[in-house]
């Protein structure tokens, strides 16, 4: 076996502020000062960096700011904060990680330093690690024994890594490197890493060529069908229609990197950059850009040609009109729709539609199986189409056009079928307020856990749009054309930084990991309930905030998601994210069922110092009254879709339980609506004693009936389940740390968190 080209060195240096620019033999390509920690609680799971286009993510539980330094810092910086993983309950993070997803590079090495220090119970051992298939597999590379570093910030305590010749780390979106830490023996115990920094060697050259950004006129056109071309003499292109090119002039183009070229061609005459701004446009120009990274294998052509609008003769139709699937008798599909355009018509044009699909010139209203359209001439008119039967049986037909002699027909198709929930699932479920969310619960409880990689196989099955391409909560649009599509595993997460979007789609977790201290060995982590597909830099940006309503964002997606200060209701002003309109329903249904499919956790969630001021544990049904009326709100203004009915099948087919409030929605008002609230309501008192726990943990309760106690570790998993006669528990063999008991009785259910 060739052996592993790697070196490591544990520097002292007595001085040491190095700056980019006197890097003779280096070149920084991603640094992290940390200097801009949040204003309260833990670091994100995923940091940008500060420097270059590389992302930081980690798995730990406690990861705080504490003072940094300017060792290894950048010339010119002060010091700031500091990256300090802690030891946490039970020393939990002992065996956790910080990974770097590095930028690509062709050739040569990767140089990783970063300054560090440790309490005296904290970490003692650093471990260096590398992965060439995106985490799967990681292979160790050193080992650092850093028990005898102070609790100071010591030039002598610089860590500088030089990995080079390793296997897949060349032009691999899947190389990964991380740091394992170890050795905790206190919750509070810790260390910190600060400026950390990765450098190329000198030969690095950059891979990226393409471009972030291309306003025509001042119209961004990179999100034009096929206006990436493989051949620029034989590929055609796409296309932009302007009514009026009398005031249509400029261009500005911005590469994803700095170090890119970018030439641009105006019907094959080359440009000067600064002709670019003032540049006219006629109609029949064709635009040529070509992006070269430093590496000359490396090149993206975008081509793009300007046509002036025009009227077409007679009746002209296109945008095509995918299989509608199954719909349940009596309810109505999502929404497609195609484009029609006029011209030269003397009568109206007359749309009729086949038995069980519906359609209309508005989006959201006014559905009707025909229509009619007075204009005389007009371009590319949205008709959206519906389908809507009421038979169990295949439909196929057609919507056809007709003005006078004329008549054109777009073919559609669906299928009408009974329910996608199976017979009885639901039987016996029938109360109010708490009494049927505990029936829910006791429904939905088990199921069967997925794997992490599972879920990209399920979102091929549960999260298609009707053309096959992935349906992106933060990116799909519904009654207009979306900003980007991904194709199912092409565009799938590759581990690597973004910085715009519509380059990959990964794994969002509507109710954020890090809000119950996640592990990716609790069941929450792989509940596809509350995991969708979703845009990586959205996702990225919504970061671990609650959802709300914005009215000024501070940042604004593609699709309308909005990041900025709550405005819904008068109690909290916190950061929050609001996704497009036609998700807020999905989103708020699988925080329902979260809800309900963990109630005996809620009590601990409360406490988790990475959770906004949105629950109270101590009380039901645990979320606060403002974010539950935006909720409920949210439930009733968008309704269950049949992409949510599909999906709930297709998770059902996999996990085994269901998320009863897209099956029933009036259920979720019977459950928590305050006019229910008081319903069901639990009337046995239970204490239990002693808290913190001994040997044994002894329940008083006014029942001469048998317990069913269940008790769930912090990371919820189940390590006790038993029936209880003699109201006593044995707990003195229980490891230390935080459970979550849930006792069961005579139809009601009561939740007390125990510490020990």
Same mark, same amino acid.
């Given at each position: ?15 040491? #502020? ?40 980690? #798995? ?105 010749? $390793?296997?897949?780390?060349?032009? #691999? ?533 048998? $317990? ?49």
């Amino acid at each position: 076996m060739k052996q592993l080209n790697l070196t490591l060195k544990i520097v002292a240096v007595l001085a040491f #502020n190095l700056s980019v620019a006197t890097c003779i033999h280096s070149q920084a390509i991603a640094y992290w000062n940390f200097n801009n920690p949040p204003s309260e609680g833990n670091w994100s799971s995923s940091l940008s960096a500060d420097l270059g286009t590389a992302l930081l993510t980690h #798995n730990f539980d406690n990861v705080v700011s504490f003072g940094g330094t300017m060792i290894n810092g950048l010339e010119g910086e002060q010091a700031g904060g500091s990256f300090c993983p802690q030891g946490g309950s039970g020393s939990i993070n002992n065996g956790r990680w910080l990974a770097i997803s590095p930028p690509l590079i062709p050739s040569g090495s990767y140089t990783l330093s970063y300054a560090g220090r440790r309490t005296g119970t904290g970490f003692t051992s650093q471990r260096i690690e590398y992965s060439s298939n995106g985490g799967q597999d990681w292979a160790t590379l050193k080992t650092i024994d850093i028990s005898a570093w102070e609790n100071a910030w010591k030039s002598g305590q610089l860590v500088e890594v030089v990995v080079s010749d $390793l296997p897949g780390m060349h032009n #691999n979106p899947d190389f990964l490197l991380r740091i394992v830490v170890d050795g905790a023996s206190s919750t509070s115990g810790n260390c910190r890493f600060d400026n950390l920094r990765l450098e190329a060697a000198e030969g690095f050259i950059s891979t990226e060529s393409r471009l972030k950004s291309w306003l025509v006129g001042g119209v961004e056109v990179l999100g034009l069908s096929g206006i990436e071309v493989a051949d620029a003499q034989t590929d055609p292109g796409a296309v932009l229609e302007l009514e009026d090119f009398s005031t249509f002039a400029g261009t500005a183009l911005t590469a994803l990197s700095s170090e890119s070229q970018i030439d641009f061609q105006l019907n094959g005459l080359y440009l000067e950059p600064s002709e670019l701004e003032l540049v006219s446009f006629v109609d029949g120009d064709v635009l040529q850009v070509t992006v070269s990274a430093e590496a000359p294998q490396y090149k993206t052509v975008y081509k793009l040609v300007l046509r002036q609008a025009s009227f077409v003769e007679g009746i002209q139709l296109s945008r095509q009109l995918y299989p509608f699937r199954e719909v349940e008798a009596g309810k109505v599909s999502d929404v497609q729709f195609y484009y029609l355009s006029g011209g030269g018509l003397t009568e109206d044009i007359v749309l009729q539609a086949s038995e069980g699909f519906l359609i209309s010139l508005d989006c959201d209203a006014n559905y009707q199986a025909s229509l009619q359209i007075s204009d005389r001439e007009f371009n590319n008119m949205p008709v959206y189409v519906r389908f809507a039967p009421n038979e169990l049986k295949d439909y196929k037909g057609s919507i056809i056009h007709r003005t006078g002699e004329l008549e054109t027909v777009i073919n559609i198709s669906g299928k009408g079928i009974s329910s996608f929930v199976p017979d009885n699932y639901y039987l016996g479920i029938d109360g109010k307020g708490k009494e049927l969310m505990l029936q829910l619960h006791q429904l939905i409880n088990e199921h069967t856990v997925l794997s992490y990689g599972d879920i990209w196989t399920l979102f091929g099955d549960a999260d298609l749009k009707f053309n096959g391409k992935i349906w992106d909560v933060y990116g799909t649009l519904e009654c207009e054309e979306s900003p980007y599509e991904y194709t199912l595993y092409t565009d799938q997460d590759k581990g690597v930084d973004v910085t715009e979007e519509g380059r990959f789609y990964n794994r969002e977790h509507s109710w954020p990991v890090s809000w119950w201290r996640g592990s990716d060995t609790d069941t929450m982590y792989t509940d596809v309930h509350h995991i969708f597909p979703s845009d990586k830099l959205v996702n990225s940006m919504r970061s671990n905030f609650s959802f709300g309503e914005v009215e000024l964002p501070q940042w604004l997606s593609l699709n309308g998601s909005r990041l900025g200060t709550n405005v819904y209701g008068s109690v909290f002003d916190g950061m929050v994210f609001e996704p497009q309109d036609s998700y807020k329903g999905d989103l708020a249904r699988a925080w329902f069922y979260m809800l309900t499919r963990y109630m005996h956790r809620s009590p601990s969630w409360s406490t988790q110092g990475m959770i906004p001021d949105i629950l109270d544990g101590s009380s039901w049904p645990a979320l606060k009254p403002w974010i539950l009326e935006m909720l409920i709100q949210w439930h009733h203004d968008d309704p269950v879709s049949q992409k949510e009915a599909l999906r709930n099948r297709e998770i059902y087919s996999l996990q085994g339980n269901r998320n009863p409030y897209i099956d029933n929605p009036e259920w979720l008002d019977r459950v928590f609506d305050s006019a229910s609230a008081t319903e069901g309501m639990w009337q046995t008192s239970l204490r239990a004693h002693p808290i913190p726990l001994q040997e044994w943990l002894y329940l008083d309760i006014n029942l001469s009936s048998p $317990l069913m106690v269940d008790v769930f570790d912090s990371l919820g998993r189940k390590v006790y389940s038993q029936e209880v006669s003699d109201k006593r528990v044995y707990t003195g063999a229980w490891p230390s740390g935080i459970y979550i008991m849930l006792v069961r009785f005579q139809g009601e259910q009561q939740t007390i968190k125990l510490v020990k």
